[in-house]
């Protein structure tokens, strides 16, 4: 049975302790984060005895904060031929996952004609949002299951008729009294027919009359408004026929669906309610390193990088189509990624693995900045609110780190095997749709239009045409009264592209500024996406024969645009105006600032030394090639 | 029957019964708790098949008349898998 949730989440405790401290928390009143730790429970350990203690739990929450907690309240009605009260605890915990306050009413066994058919029965009274007819074929046609082999060929097609029209009856006359959504199981076909394989020979066999119901009850189905089908037939298949059956419960108690596959079936009709309570997800933003492809595209390269159509890279092309499905139902996608925007744009335009392209996202937060950040502004650039996110990343610290920071959005638990990524977006029932309209299907195509109209083209033929494309214009002057406490600020705050990180305070930076050996220039950058500021700052220091950069960073926001070189390039052409021969500069590594850690090699510094505190570059100032990029206005004060 | 067995299954009751743990006892049945009918018996029954990893058949199940009872039986069969 596949486990969608396989994943221990950073905090890395055993239900038992989780329970306890969900205790805890709604004992002090952190009801927020209670509400995560129960659906954190929940997702760990999807067993019926754990959803007893969530629905529990939930109920308390829901009376302690006064019913505030922002869930969707649904009515679902079952209506059925077997027991089903065992899967309905564990249905409520899957629908609390989903943001959904799920209250049930579950018909008396067997009067599912009678529930419908009686204006007055507490169907009607219960006033569903949604019901489920489960009705299996040895109710729904007896004679067809039971007695196939005593039929004469027209007997059978009569029954299969007889079926068909018997549905439509209840339909119509469920319509005549509600507007609630009608979800009707298909029938299953046995699993060992009558005539053993004589029976798939003909379309007039057992299986074929009961998958000529199934179609009818289609066709019926469509006819009406809000009526659907919900495939049983498939689902009982997807998970094997006989381990989906349990034969000793069916005769005891009426429950022919063996206990490990409660919780799948729950998971069926979550398919449906998710989108009939209207909690989808508008957008699904994926991360790209070991999600989108194995590796590291920083790091591993182009030729390094996992994707392609055999094996390991198959698994990525794999969750690619399934991303592509998704897209095609009108959901739009979205890029999230820690890297620099040119590594990562070559490998989504260039690698030949790839079978998803820039174009195929509708917003691309490529960086070094906060995912969670990150995914607000996507949300506001898609003009959609972030409880209509969906997020999928391989590391399970990005994935609770936006579970922290915005626990509406949808974050899919994506399990540790990447042969399994494909199914966790296939499963995720907040992409269900049950309508399709041209402008879903046209939805991506739209926006990738827009997105041309408005010059935000994101594909293109190399990064210089891109950093051409931005119109940057970088102000770089030495530091005033104006710019000292932004100055100040960023040395304090900036931690990955940070050189040295040498925290400054303002009164440390005048007195710097006050001596003619230190130099402390600042650069602001603007571009054809507005005015980022005060983006960097770089202290240089004139000691003997050499300038050393004592301090040098940059804000993430601009971090891969060359920015970064037409700063070093200034700071090396006033050291050689100053006269001096060599210009170097120090890596300090700490555990956030590897963004930087190639800047110096990168601008054709040379490796000195590397000393337990760091390594020591050096550029050699007459044979430096160093300048800054022509597509930026550079306008120094 | 040993302390953990009991122990374990008393808690697999007290999430289907919504009762505290301490308040079972190995008396307690359908006569002593209220929401013990065939449905929560039902529930008992996958709970425990669920938590021991074990297969309850139709004779079983109708042993089950006690929380004590069920203990020994769960204890039956794990021994008997062994």
């Given at each position: 049975m596949s486990d969608l949730t396989s994943n221990p989440t950073p905090g890395g405790q055993n239900p038992p302790d989780l329970r306890a401290e969900i205790d805890a928390l709604i004992a002090q009143g952190t009801f927020d984060i209670a509400g995560r730790r129960l659906a954190e429970l929940w997702r760990r350990d999807p067993a019926s005895g754990t959803a007893s203690f969530v629905i529990s739990r939930f109920e308390e929450l829901r009376e302690k904060t006064r019913d505030k907690l922002a869930l969707t309240k649904f009515k679902l009605a079952i209506l059925r031929s077997f027991t089903v009260e065992p899967i309905v605890p564990m249905l409520r915990a899957e629908a609390f996952a989903y943001g959904i306050d799920l209250e049930v009413h579950v018909g008396d066994f067997n009067t599912y004609v009678q529930d419908i058919l009686d204006g007055q029965s507490s169907l009607y009274r219960f006033a569903p949002n949604a019901v489920v007819l489960a009705v299996r074929t040895d109710q729904a046609a007896p004679e067809l299951w039971r007695d196939f082999a005593d039929l004469a060929p027209e007997a059978a097609q009569q029954a299969a008729e007889r079926v068909v029209r018997g549905y439509e009856q209840w339909i119509a006359a469920f319509r005549k009294q509600s507007e609630a959504a009608l979800i009707i199981h298909s029938l299953e076909c046995p699993p060992s027919p009558s005539l053993g394989i004589l029976d798939s020979q003909s379309d007039a066999g057992q299986s074929g009359l009961i998958r000529q119901i199934n179609r009818e009850l289609q066709r019926v189905s469509a006819e009406f408004h809000g009526v659907y089908s919900l495939d049983y037939e498939a689902l009982v298949a997807r998970h094997g026929s006989e381990h989906w059956h349990d034969e000793r419960k069916w005769l005891t108690a009426r429950l022919p669906i063996a206990a490990g596959y409660l919780l799948q079936m729950a998971r069926e009709w979550m398919r449906f309610i998710v989108p009939l309570s209207g909690r989808t997800a508008k957008v699904l933003v994926v991360d790209l390193d070991n999600t989108l492809w194995g590796g590291v595209i920083g790091e591993d390269g182009m030729a390094g990088i996992k994707v392609g159509p055999?094996?390991?890279?198959a698994a990525y092309q794999s969750l690619h189509r399934a991303l592509l499905d998704v897209s095609r139902k009108g959901i739009l996608l979205a890029v999230c990624s820690k890297n620099n925007f040119d590594d990562a744009m070559e490998a989504l335009e260039k690698?030949?693995?790839?079978?998803?392209?820039?174009?195929?996202?509708?917003a691309l937060r490529i960086n070094w900045t906060d995912k969670a950040q990150n995914l607000r502004e996507i949300a506001q650039e898609l003009n959609v609110g972030s409880d209509a996110l969906a997020f999928l990343d391989d590391n399970p610290f990005e994935r609770e780190q936006v579970r922290a920071a915005l626990p509406e959005v949808t974050v899919i638990d994506l399990p540790k095997n990447p042969l399994e990524y494909a199914s966790a977006v296939r499963n995720c029932a907040a992409f269900e749709r049950l309508t399709l309209s041209t402008e879903d299907q046209q939805r991506t195509e739209m926006y990738a239009a827009q997105k041309q109209r408005a010059g935000a083209?994101?594909?293109?033929?190399?990064k210089e045409d891109f950093f051409r494309f931005l119109d940057q214009e970088a102000e770089l002057e030495p530091v005033s009264e104006l710019t000292l406490a932004r100055v100040a600020q960023l040395t304090q705050k900036t931690n990955q592209f940070n050189l040295t990180t040498r925290r400054y305070t303002e009164p440390q930076i005048v007195k710097m500024a006050k001596q003619p050996e230190w130099h402390i220039f600042s650069i602001r950058v603007r571009d054809r996406f507005g005015d980022h500021g005060l983006v960097g700052v770089a202290i240089a220091h004139d000691e003997g024969e050499q300038c050393e950069v004592d301090t040098f960073l940059l804000s993430?926001?601009?971090?891969?645009?060359t920015v970064e070189t037409a700063l070093l390039a200034h700071l090396a052409e006033s050291a050689a105006q100053r006269g001096y021969k060599r210009l170097v500069g120090r890596f300090l590594p700490t555990k956030k600032n590897a963004p930087a850690r190639d800047f110096y090699p990168q601008h054709g510094f040379e490796r000195q030394e590397t000393n337990g505190a760091g390594t020591l570059w050096t550029l050699d100032l007459k044979s430096s090639t160093l300048r800054c990029p022509d597509w930026i206005k550079l306008k120094v004060k | 029957m040993t302390a953990s067995t009991f122990e374990q299954v008393r808690n697999v009751a007290s999430d289907i019964f919504g009762i505290p743990a301490d308040k079972i006892t190995a008396e307690s049945s359908p006569e002593t708790i209220d929401n013990w009918d065939s449905m929560q018996h039902l529930n008992l029954v996958l709970a425990i098949e669920e938590k021991f990893g074990v297969q309850l058949e139709p004779e079983d199940i109708e042993q089950m008349k006690n929380i004590g009872a069920v203990a020994a039986l769960v204890e039956k069969l794990q021994s008997a898998a062994r």
């Open positions: 055999e094996y390991p890279g690698h030949p693995g790839m079978l998803v392209h820039a174009k195929h996202f509708a083209e994101q594909s293109f033929q190399s993430c926001r601009v971090i891969g645009r | -």
